[in-house]
């Protein structure tokens, strides 16, 4: 019964971290693909604009 309830902890060395919410993570991936294509096609996205 103890194997049961100890499968789902986090470990001892990562207990001590502290986790930002999976969201965050998220939002942030969004921003960095976003601001890594801007920089990437800036000429072709500033050319739709002339």
Do not use: C, D, H
Not at 20 to 25: F, L, R, S, T
């Amino acid at each position: 019964m103890e194997n049961g309830e100890n499968k789902n902890k986090t470990p001892y060395k990562m207990a001590r971290l502290a986790w930002p919410k999976a969201k965050y993570g998220v939002v942030l991936a969004v921003i960095m693909i976003v601001i890594i294509n801007l920089v990437y096609y800036k000429e072709a996205i500033f050319s739709l604009f002339k």
